[in-house]
């Protein structure tokens, strides 16, 4: 069972959904964050600079949340 989970949580993180998507789910940022390290390797220690860049549906989210604006930033 658990590597169904596994296989679930990095086809999500795959996804890069438009931010709408997950609105109404807000426990799939625990998902994408909290559980990161183990389940698709993502090493990154977000912050609100390489969140700007990185173009993955978490990035996505706490674009929206921190800036009003979904898309990667064109720095």
């Known amino acids: 069972m658990t590597n169904f989970f596994t296989a679930l949580m990095l086809w999500l993180w795959k996804l890069n959904k438009p931010v709408v998507d997950f609105q109404k789910k807000w426990n799939i940022i625990h998902l994408f964050y909290g559980h990161k390290g183990y389940t698709y390797n993502d090493t990154t220690d977000y912050d609100d600079q390489n969140i ?7 990035s996505r989210i706490a674009r929206w ?8 930033f064109k720095e």
């Open 52 to 58: 700007r860049m990185k173009n993955n549906s978490f």
């Open 65 to 72: 949340i921190m800036y009003d604006h979904e898309e990667p």
